[in-house]
């Protein structure tokens, strides 16, 4: 593990050092977010602008007042918050490379180099997600079939836990698989952009092998740093709900920026670490 | 088939009936419950009830409390493993209809669970808890009752003479009414008795009845006679949506099965009888009720416990399945927290025993339903403290021992009266025990009151149908569940409002106390409210008892301008002219007041009597109106729309940016989530 930790570390620094791309994708993140937001907002605008009934909303949560507000015909804007999320998805694919490049060659790119380097690997990418979602069809399977058996448990079982705990344990292994994928894939980002590899199958194959080689190492800086997002959603979820007062609205929002920065920090720390570990362990000791 | 099955089974039937089915071979031990009990004698079984109280004012309740029309006896066995039930069931009928009688109709509700019954084809095509429309015939849902001997004192074997009637529809195959003739009518006032053979086929649980693995919920599983009502017989098919109507008697039910389960029933058991093959007969005893189901688990846990009403102590057996240990204390703070109000708001508890069953796993299906005397719950393992369902149901169950177990109506014709009734308790109920505005919900600052729940159901389905519709006859199951339950529940709170609490409370006591142990109507329950409120609300009745129209009032507008407008703003005082124009939206008419808020704080008070479809309200003051609010104290329930009940001047925009905030903040981390996949 320690070599794991060095990588981790030294991804941190990388990270550090590089943060206008954390704050660049963060502010890029929360615009096209506070845009698809609007249709919404302007929607319960006309139903809540100048009525004292939306005070309940204010003071407290309740639940009703806010029912009652998503069953009027007047209120919509789930159209533009469900097509955000798939163009920030479009972004990071063609801000991947850019990125990738950035951390490896630890330094600032203009935005002409950025953007070039993102175009220059987009359709790589676009290929390799394809094989992503491919294999995520058995995982998704897998899933379907715990889900299954913990629902029968749960209906059958006299054990009213019985059917949770499967759910419960199915999940966590699927998630680690997930992860593992993941991480399979992101190496062969990274090699992509190391050794500009055309072939999206080359790259697969060889990040298999290295991932199965270095499994421990690798998948220990990674999912140490996977963990470590989870665990700082849910304690800024903890202090919302417990300490922070319903009419602090300005509060919630910083709480919730704060922790949606780290947990896109630690997205990009990941990748700022398999870099650092392709450097140091693929390019300084050639693997094969 | 059905009458070769008959002629097989009957003569085997006929000589465990004689020999007293279930109870040989036994005689090991013994024990007896001296409950408060009650003595079935004929005198009482013939003696009319105590005159209810035409006022609010009640006096002790004396045995017998209800007039005792059926006298059941049943000794059944079960049978676990095949989960079937073989019983021989004797039927005192007393014929107090004043009339000779020779046809009589029974219930056969297990019949219900059969692909082309009337019920499950309602199920299929609209559906009904915990099932929904179109869903597949399951096989393990099968269920059946099979009379294989029908016999009358003094008339013979009538077997032969049973044919199925459907009264409610031209569904040939539905059998679960069948209909006997008698050779000879029952002159007024006499008693007939009836020797019935069964066999009950359990279905896996559903709608509140049947097995899961080895827990049993034995509900409406023996031939039950119609009612005798407003001059005919009353006796219903199963439906989807509708639930039962019997009349008042008593109940002596010997029930045979394996001796490591823990059974429940309605009523007091008086006796345990241990027998030498790894069996037992428990024996319950009740009077002065209408329906007799019971439970049986080797799994339950029996949590005894008591409380102490005004008319003496109950016992409390709470049947608890395994896992659910976490909810024991909840479901008894619930039960008697519904036990001292209902004391204390109508009148005492007259029994002396009350069961809670509280389903196992995977039986949610016969969880949240009402029998006298026994009610079952509902919770999982982990349900948090401040998610009150468990707390709801037990609160709601308990109620239903006030409407439906003592003021029995008619639930197949007026689902409102018990169910709408009883959520209208439930939502008082749950305030008193968790405090008003968060009833139902308080976690980690999430808020939902019982009320709001209620209203939220009705807003789903506002003008389908109205309350007074035959439960089957609703639009759809939805309909059914968000206008019985949730718009009666809001059409009261509404009627709260109009006549004040103190004055609702009583009304609904003097009901209670007027008509407890008989069969009220609806008009009944309405004339009593405009007795006790000295006032005629037939107008509001109409439109929300009878009717289907909407209530919707907005404010259209709140303006000022100066009066002098023409003339150059000066200094000092200024006289406004204030305007405010409300709208009546909806249909339903119902006068309504409006509190004008004033720049200087100061508030003024306006009642419209809603009849035109718009007024304006027009003050000249030297103050600028800044809002208007109709139903200012927010008792009009019934309003759809309670965002455009008021408007400001000034923009409010604070619960505009929280919720901005949270949307934005879940769409952001949507999308990043995503964004792990590229
Ligand atoms: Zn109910």
């Keep these: 593990m320690p070599k ?28 096209l ?128 836990l019985a059917g949770f705990r499967v759910e419960l344990a199915g999940g966590i292994v699927l998630l680690l698989v997930f992860l593992a994928l993941r991480l399979w894939f992101d190496m062969a980002q990274v090699r992509m952009v190391a050794s500009d590899e055309r072939s999206v199958l080359r790259a697969l194959r060889w990040s298999f092998g290295t991932t199965v080689r270095h499994f421990g190492s690798l998948y220990w800086l990674f999912l140490r740093i996977s963990v470590a997002a989870w665990v700082e959603l849910a304690l800024i979820f903890w202090i919302w709900m417990d300490y922070v007062p319903h009419e602090h609205m300005g509060l919630s929002f910083l709480l919730g920026q704060i922790g949606l920065l780290l947990w896109l920090a630690a997205r990009l720390w990941q990748r700022a670490g398999e870099t650092v570990w392709y450097a140091r362990r693929v390019e300084t000791v050639p693997s094969s | 088939m059905r009458s070769r099955a008959f002629s097989v089974l009957l003569p085997l039937l006929a000589v465990a009936a004689a020999s007293g089915l279930g109870l040989a071979a036994r005689q090991e031990t013994q024990t007896t419950r001296p409950a408060r009990a009650v003595k079935l004698t004929p005198q009482q079984q013939t003696a009319p009830p105590a005159a209810p109280s035409p006022t609010a004012a009640s006096a002790p309740l004396q045995r017998p409390f209800s007039v005792r029309v059926v006298a059941y006896q049943i000794d059944a066995r079960l049978n676990p493993s095949r989960k079937t039930i073989d019983a021989v069931e004797t039927l005192r009928y007393h014929n107090l209809t004043g009339q000779p009688l020779d046809t009589f109709p029974f219930h056969l509700y297990l019949n219900a669970f059969q692909p082309q019954s009337t019920f499950m084809t309602e199920v299929n095509q609209m559906g009904t808890r915990g099932t929904g429309s179109g869903s597949a015939w399951n096989p393990a849902h099968f269920g059946s009752i099979t009379v294989s001997s029908f016999q009358v004192e003094g008339m013979g074997d009538l077997t032969g003479q049973m044919r199925f009637i459907h009264p409610d529809d031209a569904n040939a195959n539905d059998r679960t009414v069948f209909e006997v003739k008698l ?57 989807a949506n509708s639930e039962f109507f019997a009349d008042f008697g008593t109940y002596l039910v010997r029930i045979t099965l394996p001796s490591n389960y823990v059974v429940g029933a309605v009523g007091d058991e008086i006796s345990t009888v241990q027998d030498l093959h790894g069996s037992k007969t428990v024996t319950f005893q009740a009077a002065d009720v209408h329906d007799f189901a019971w439970t049986a688990s080797p799994h339950f846990r029996d949590v005894e416990d008591s409380w102490a009403g005004s008319a003496g102590l109950v016992h409390i057996h709470l049947l608890m399945s395994p896992g659910h240990e976490s909810s024991t204390a909840r479901y008894l703070h619930a039960l008697k927290g519904a036990m001292a109000y209902f004391d204390r708001a109508y009148d005492p508890y007259p029994y002396d025993t009350i069961t809670v069953v509280d389903p196992p796993n995977g039986a949610m299906d016969a969880g949240g339903m009402e029998y006298p005397t026994l009610i079952t719950a509902g919770t999982t393992w982990w349900v948090p403290a401040g998610i ?291």
């Design chain 1, 4 to 31: 794991g930790t060095r990588a981790a570390s030294a991804g941190f620094g990388l990270l550090f050092r590089r943060q206008y791309l954390l704050w660049w994708i963060f502010a890029v993140n929360f615009v």
């Design chain 1, 33 to 160: 977010a506070a845009m698809a937001t609007l249709p919404f907002a302007a929607s319960i605008t006309g139903v809540m602008g100048h009525s004292l009934y939306s005070n309940r909303i204010v003071t407290g949560f309740d639940l009703g007042v806010l029912t009652e507000l998503l069953m009027r015909p007047q209120v919509h804007g789930g159209g533009s918050l469900t097509l955000f999320p798939l163009i920030f998805f479009v972004f990071m694919l063609l801000a991947e490379g850019g990125i990738l490049l950035a951390y490896r060659q630890d330094r600032r790119l203009a935005t002409g180099e950025f953007f070039g380097a993102g175009g220059k690997y987009f359709w790589r990418f676009v290929r390799l997600v394809l094989c992503l979602l491919v294999l995520l069809v058995p995982i998704l399977l897998a899933w379907h079939a715990v889900s299954g058996w913990s629902d029968r448990l749960a209906a059958d079982s006299p054990n009213p």
């Design chain 2, 183 to 239: 050779p000879h009518p029952v002159p007024p006032n006499e008693w007939v008795t009836f020797h019935i053979a069964f066999h009950d086929q359990l279905p896996e649980v559903m709608e509140r009845t049947g097995y899961k693995r080895d827990f049993f919920m034995v509900g409406q599983w023996f031939p039950k006679v119609g009612v005798w009502w407003q001059g005919a017989w009353n006796c219903h098919q199963f439906h």
């Design chain 2, 388 to 678: 009150r369902e468990p707390e709801m149901v037990v609160v709601h169950e308990f109620g239903h021992q006030y409407w439906y177990g003592m003021v029995a109506t008619n639930e197949f014709e007026d689902a409102w009266l018990d169910e709408g009734i009883n959520s209208y308790s439930e939502v008082k109920v749950m305030d008193a025990l968790y405090g008003h505005g968060h009833s139902m919900i308080d976690f980690h600052g999430l808020t939902l009151d019982d009320a709001e729940e209620q209203r939220l159901s009705y807003l789903s389905l506002p003008d389908t149908d109205p309350l007074t519709r035959f439960a089957w006859q609703f639009m759809n199951s939805n309909a059914y569940g968000a206008i019985s339950y949730g718009k009666t529940a809001t059409v009261l709170l509404t009627l709260e409002g109009m006549i004040g609490r103190q004055t609702m409370q009583r009304a609904l006591r003097t009901y209670f106390l007027r008509y407890r142990f008989t069969h009220p109507t609806g008009a009944d329950f309405l004339s009593t409210i405009n007795q006790v409120a000295d006032r005629n609300l037939d107008p509001y009745f109409d439109q929300a008892v009878s009717g289907t129209s909407i209530l919707d009032y907005e404010v259209l507008s709140v303006d000022w301008s100066r009066v002098d407008w023409w003339t150059p703003r000066r200094k000092g005082r200024q006289l406004y002219d204030d305007t405010v124009l409300i709208h009546r939206k909806g249909d339903f008419v119902l006068p309504v007041r409006v509190r004008i808020r004033f720049d200087d704080g100061k508030t003024v008070d306006a009642q419209w009597n809603g009849r035109d479809r718009w007024v304006r309200l027009s003050y000249v003051r030297p103050d600028r109106v800044v809002s208007a609010e109709i139903d200012p104290g927010h008792e009009v329930w019934l309003d759809r729309d309670m965002f455009n009940n008021s408007r400001t001047t000034d923009f409010q925009g604070l619960a505009i940016g929280k919720l901005a905030v949270y949307c934005q903040f879940l769409d952001q981390w949507a999308a990043q989530l995503l964004s792990w996949l590229t």
